[in-house]
């Protein structure tokens, strides 16, 4: 059984059908990523899938349990973290506090703590400025304080939504180590991600978009060499 198993998934804005009838799964231990142009439905996937967004029709199904209707606050407990696109962290709050909030569901002092020295270790920038206002963070610092705050609920399963969006070079070549890291240590991964290329070299499958519906799926590798895939976004 997938860990996750999305079916038929339908979401409107309005008079406007934004995704129209999706399925995919993602199995544990894997990372999974969705690719395609803005507007594709990627972010709104996200969004249905973590009880952000409220679905038309279809269903979703984390860990056996059906979710559709459950609301977002509720799959956190149940082991399932978002990871928003901008990063969204708490400006005017320190980065410990931010760090403290993605542990709202974590009752054990004492595991909160190995929690957080875990994060620290995988982020030690964060611990470096772990006093410091989150709003005087540089992008990418913002980017990783955005990771480890969704680390800190000790997830099942990670969505991340564009984690390189606005990052230099050199930060994207960082956070994408960090999420092979993160897939390494057991967490499963639902990547979006603008940078299609990156995207698949770190997948194990991928789901490509256009419009709201799913065109293309299979092994990154085999769809990094399509032809049809190269051609609209890698850019070869």
Do not use: C, W
Not at 33 to 50: D, Q, R, Y
Not at 76 to 100: C, D, I, T, W
Not at 137 to 166: F, N, T, V, W, Y
């Amino acid at each position: 059984m997938a860990m996750l198993e999305v079916k038929d998934l339908e979401v409107s804005y309005g008079m406007i059908k934004a995704i129209k009838g999706v399925s995919f799964e993602v199995n544990e231990g894997e990372v999974i990523s969705l690719i395609g142009a803005n507007g594709a439905g990627k972010t709104t996937i996200l969004h249905a899938v973590s009880g952000l967004l409220s679905k038309d029709s279809g269903s979703v199904t984390f860990m056996g349990q059906d979710i559709t209707a459950t609301p977002a606050h509720s799959i956190v407990y149940l082991g399932m973290a978002h990871v928003p696109e901008g990063r969204r962290v708490f400006a005017q709050l320190s980065v410990l506090e931010n760090l403290k909030l993605g542990a709202y569901t974590r009752k054990d002092k004492n595991e909160l703590e190995e929690t957080l020295a875990m994060v620290y270790k995988r982020f030690p920038r964060l611990e470096e400025r772990k006093n410091q206002m989150a709003g005087t963070l540089s992008g990418g610092e913002q980017q990783m304080l955005a990771m480890g705050r969704a680390l800190m609920s000790h997830p099942k399963l990670i969505l991340m939504d564009e984690p390189s969006m606005g990052l230099s070079p050199i930060f994207v070549e960082e956070i994408f180590s960090i999420i092979r890291d993160i897939s390494a240590s057991g967490t499963t991964v639902l990547l979006v991600e603008q940078n299609a290329k990156k995207a698949l070299s770190i997948a194990d499958r991928a789901y490509v978009l256009e419009t709201g519906n799913v065109t293309l799926s299979g092994d990154a590798k085999e769809l990094t060499n399509d032809e049809s895939v190269k051609k609209a976004y890698l850019g070869e």
